[in-house]
């Protein structure tokens, strides 16, 4: 595994670490700041009375900027795809009984945004701003097992998951951190809250090949699509905002607020 092959990490041989579902490898080292490319990068003056309103661009084009090559000198990897070692969710409680792992995980479609709002409240400390995607595609090998309305599903082997037209609310809830006399956002908590308007999947090999029986069941998985994802929410939420919080947790170590904000 390289270093560009999970998010915005550095990462190194060692034990894997499990947190809300994500697996992910530590860190080697902190990254070094580079100097901000304005030419790459938008950023707003922070006494700006349309400040919020610059913020939801400035997101906007960043993300697009970094896009599917990632800006190397700052040590800022693609995010289209994002490439994920594993993610596990576990079982729901009402029709989604079944425990799905994730190996080799890509998503897709990150880039591909419209942020419709932002706010930043320099005295709570909070940002928030909300992300339009026309579809997020996760591309992985798969391993379920459990029950779908009390019917028995196992299967392992190639999956495909498409979200249409998801909507997602970002909460980023940060302090402020010195180091070497600069100043620096330190991202304490990120919540994320995920709509959609649509979802279908696609799962190879279910009931070890077993294709009349693997049809029936995708059918009443994509026919009930948003009771399922309902079920699952909560955990897709969780693992969804781990990805994120290390998106943004990269940017913010490498550069100081004075290279993020005009003054």
């Given at each position: 595994?390289?270093?560009?092959?999970?998010?915005?990490?550095?990462?190194?041989?060692?034990?894997?670490?499990?947190?809300?579902?994500?697996?992910?490898?530590?860190?080697?080292?902190?990254?070094?700041?580079?100097?901000?490319?304005?030419?790459?990068?938008?950023?707003c003056h922070i006494n700006d009375k349309d400040?919020?309103?610059?913020?939801?661009?400035?997101?906007?084009?960043?993300?697009?900027?970094?896009?599917?090559?990632?800006?190397?000198?700052?040590?800022?990897?693609?995010?289209?795809?994002?490439?994920?070692?594993?993610?596990?969710?576990?079982?729901?409680?009402?029709?989604?009984?079944?425990?799905?792992?994730?190996?080799?995980?890509?998503?897709?479609?990150?880039?591909?945004?419209?942020?419709?709002?932002?706010?930043?409240?320099?005295?709570?400390?909070?940002?928030?701003?909300?992300?339009?995607?026309?579809?997020?595609?996760?591309?992985?090998?798969?391993?379920?097992?459990?029950?779908?309305?009390?019917?028995?599903?196992?299967?392992?082997?190639n999956s495909k998951i498409l979200l249409y037209?998801?909507?997602?609310?970002?909460?980023?809830?940060?302090?402020?951190?010195?180091?070497?006399?600069?100043?620096?956002?330190?991202?304490?908590?990120?919540?994320?809250?995920?709509?959609?308007?649509?979802?279908?999947?696609?799962?190879?090999?279910?009931?070890?090949?077993?294709?009349?029986?693997?049809?029936?069941?995708?059918?009443?998985?994509?026919?009930?699509?948003?009771?399922?994802?309902?079920?699952?929410?909560?955990?897709?939420?969780?693992?969804?905002?781990?990805?994120?919080?290390?998106?943004?947790?990269?940017?913010?170590?490498?550069?100081?607020?004075?290279?993020?904000?005009?003054?």
């Amino acid at each position: 595994m390289g270093s560009f092959d999970l998010i915005f990490l550095v990462l190194v041989n060692g034990t894997m670490t499990v947190l809300l579902g994500l697996t992910f490898k530590p860190l080697l080292k902190a990254p070094v700041f580079q100097q901000v490319d304005t030419d790459n990068f938008n950023r707003c003056h922070i006494n700006d009375k349309d400040l919020d309103r610059c913020l939801a661009t400035t997101i906007e084009n960043a993300i697009k900027t970094i896009g599917s090559y990632g800006i190397p000198t700052m040590n800022l990897p693609s995010v289209d795809p994002v490439k994920i070692a594993s993610v596990e969710i576990s079982a729901g409680t009402t029709a989604v009984n079944l425990v799905q792992k994730y190996s080799d995980v890509k998503i897709y479609g990150l880039s591909d945004i419209s942020v419709d709002s932002a706010h930043l409240d320099l005295n709570g400390k909070i940002l928030s701003f909300t992300t339009y995607h026309p579809e997020i595609r996760q591309e992985a090998k798969y391993s379920i097992n459990g029950k779908i309305f009390v019917v028995p599903v196992r299967g392992k082997g190639n999956s495909k998951i498409l979200l249409y037209e998801p909507s997602l609310k970002h909460t980023l809830r940060f302090k402020g951190e010195t180091r070497n006399n600069m100043e620096y956002f330190s991202i304490a908590n990120y919540t994320l809250n995920i709509s959609i308007r649509g979802a279908h999947l696609e799962f190879q090999n279910l009931f070890d090949g077993d294709e009349e029986l693997a049809q029936n069941i995708l059918k009443i998985i994509n026919d009930n699509w948003d009771m399922m994802f309902d079920d699952v929410r909560e955990d897709v939420e969780k693992s969804s905002a781990e990805v994120c919080k290390m998106l943004a947790k990269n940017l913010f170590d490498s550069v100081p607020v004075d290279q993020i904000f005009l003054a």
